[in-house]
């Protein structure tokens, strides 16, 4: 709730969701396990397709999907993951 996390979807070996506005401007988040049984985090600005039309001028206006990595960390233990979101995006999980 405090984060605004939704769209929780699975990955290979890990989860993705969306996030609520936060200080790194990014809006999914990436968990991965990797092999060292330690987690790699993405912290992704993610921007969908869109159409924009201008009814005024006739024009159709196309947005192209883009995705853009904001900060990424690899290696991480279990019990780093909750302090790692709350440095990196200013949410807190609790209180």
Do not use: W
Not at 67 to 89: A, G, H, M, P, R
């Amino acid at each position: 709730m405090f984060t605004g996390a939704n769209d929780f979807i699975t990955i290979d070996n890990g989860l993705r969701f969306k996030i609520g506005r936060n200080a790194s401007k990014a809006n999914r988040i990436e968990i991965t396990l990797n092999g060292c049984d330690l987690y790699d985090v993405k912290f992704i600005k993610h921007r969908p397709f869109s159409v924009k039309i201008d009814h005024t001028k006739g024009e159709v206006k196309t947005i192209e999907e883009k995705s853009t990595t904001v900060k990424e960390y690899n290696d991480i233990y279990c019990d780093q993951l909750e302090e790692l979101f709350t440095d990196v995006t200013g949410l807190y999980t609790h209180f």
